[in-house]
């Protein structure tokens, strides 16, 4: 049973600490083959679950060490109908992958939570296609029917909430908003910017905030920004209004990078994780709605210490 799904933790002032580029660690640091970058496909084997289950301890240590809570997000990106269709899963294997990688999440949860160490199991939902470029849009409902299957089964197990990550457009966010709403499962919804600010449809942030709450009742809990440097989305937040109490969390890349150039590139660019650090505080300071803290591509332990250390001084 879900101990937050009906008051999440993190939407009160507190600060909560996230991972930070799953993917790319696996992949750069590791050495793991990740085929479509479907950190899910750990889950079939013990070792691939214990190397899952080592890869987030010292993010939690992290938190602990700040005094913030953790957001405990799954390695399901890649988990639905057509990415797990090209990775030979079936429709009941690929069910049992979602609802194991909430288990896992139950598990750290149950070692590791203490008092001042709220822990929040979020089960991670990405887009259907590629997450830098929109592809072929669906429309609303759509993306509502696709994503209900994966929605539906999270919504079965102790999951608190379902974070969809790397969105590029608004209608594929507003038809996971209305799943998660029709499954009485909160959903934290996060686009990806380019480096204009904008989203890959070219829509402002404050447009695709405002667009999908008008168009769901302001259905998700809260909207984050992922897969992006803080030095892309300064322009994004100069259009001030309410909309920006709405955004409370940042999962930002390593590199400066264009999403193109990082397609392109052989090589991992980890940036400077102090500097990315001090740019997360410096953000912080000027949003404090912004409570919720990680990485994304290219960042690792490095990055997120020098991120929690930072907004802990700032604050």
């Known amino acids: 049973m879900s101990k937050y799904r009906k008051a999440l933790p993190q939407l009160a002032a507190a ?5 930070g580029g799953l993917e790319t660690t696996l992949i750069f640091h590791n050495g793991i083959e990740l085929p479509h970058f479907a950190a899910f496909d750990l889950l079939r084997t013990k070792a691939g679950r214990e190397t899952l289950r080592s890869y987030y ?5 992290m938190a602990r060490e ?3 809570g953790f957001v405990l997000d799954g390695p399901t990106w890649r988990a639905n109908p057509d990415w797990g269709a090209k990775l030979g899963y079936s429709k009941k294997a690929l069910a049992a992958a979602n609802r194991d990688s909430v288990d896992l999440l139950e598990e750290l949860r149950d070692s590791y939570e203490a008092p001042g160490l709220p822990m929040v199991v979020s089960a991670a939902v990405g887009p259907r296609g590629d997450g830098y470029v929109p592809g072929e849009l669906m429309s ?13 089964v999270f919504a079965a197990t102790g999951a608190d909430m379902v974070g969809a990550y790397t969105l590029t457009n608004v209608e594929e966010a507003i038809g996971i908003a209305r799943a998660a709403a029709a499954a009485a499962i909160p959903v934290a919804v996060s686009f990806t910017l380019e480096t204009d600010g904008a ?4 829509q402002s942030l404050k447009s695709a905030i405002e667009t999908v709450d008008a168009e769901t009742g302001a259905a998700p809990a809260y ?12 322009s994004a937040f100069a259009k001030r209004g309410p909309w920006l109490d709405r955004l409370k ?3 930002a890349n390593a ?3 264009s999403h193109a150039e990082l397609n392109e590139a052989p090589d991992l660019d980890p940036g400077n994780p102090a500097e990315l650090g001090a740019e997360y505080a410096g953000l912080m300071r000027r949003f404090p709605a912004i409570t919720i803290l990680g990485g994304c591509c290219g960042t690792d332990t490095r990055h997120v210490a020098c991120i929690g250390s930072a907004c802990r001084e700032a604050a």
């Not at 600060?15 to 991972?19: E, N, P, S």
């Not at 909207?223 to 300064?234: D, G």
């Open 15 to 19: 600060r909560f600490l996230t991972d």
């Open 57 to 61: 301890i010292p993010y939690i240590e």
């Open 66 to 68: 700040n005094g913030m």
């Open 140 to 152: 609303v409902d759509e993306a509502e029917a696709y994503h209900a299957e994966q929605i539906g």
């Open 199 to 202: 989203l890959p449809t070219g």
């Open 223 to 234: 909207y984050m920004i992922n897969c992006a440097h803080p030095t892309h989305i300064e």
């Open 249 to 251: 969390g940042l999962r």
């Open 255 to 257: 590199s400066r990078r």
